[in-house]
């Protein structure tokens, strides 16, 4: 059973402002960024950011997606597994995801809603993000 949690949320702001923010947050776009060249417009990230709980370092892929009047914001967060005892990371992969999303819109000075939440994510549970 993997140690992912997905959120996609509503962020009430301009997709270059988004991404703009978002590359200021260290641990949701410190490894990677990339504003991909579809319509509609697309960005990803990846981050990452150490959790004494978990003991580990955690990953975040952050996908951002304009709609207009506001951009869907998607957050998969994973740590790994290094033995066959870890099978709970205490709620820090939750923490990360949603800990990106509530930065974001602070940075943006908006609001935010969660409009899909999936814990031990998986493929199988993808499309409960969509």
Do not use: C, W
């Not at 703009?20 to 579809?38: F, H, K, M, Q």
């Not at 370092?57 to 290094?82: F, P």
């Amino acid at each position: 059973m993997p140690l992912a949690h997905g959120v996609k949320a509503v962020i009430h702001a301009p997709f270059h402002q988004a991404v703009e923010a978002l590359e200021t947050i260290d641990y949701a776009s410190g490894i990677y960024l990339r504003v991909l060249g579809t319509e509609p417009r697309t960005a990803v990230t990846v981050g990452e950011k150490y959790f004494i709980r978990a003991g580990n370092s955690l990953a975040a892929t952050t996908i951002v997606v304009d709609r207009g009047s506001h951009v869907e914001v998607t957050v998969v967060a994973t740590g790994s597994r290094e033995s066959f005892l870890d099978f709970f990371d205490l709620g820090s992969s939750k923490d990360y995801a949603r800990m990106i999303v509530k930065e974001l819109a602070k940075r943006l000075s908006t609001d935010y809603e969660i409009v899909a939440e999936v814990s031990r994510l998986s493929r199988e549970k993808a499309d409960l993000l969509s």
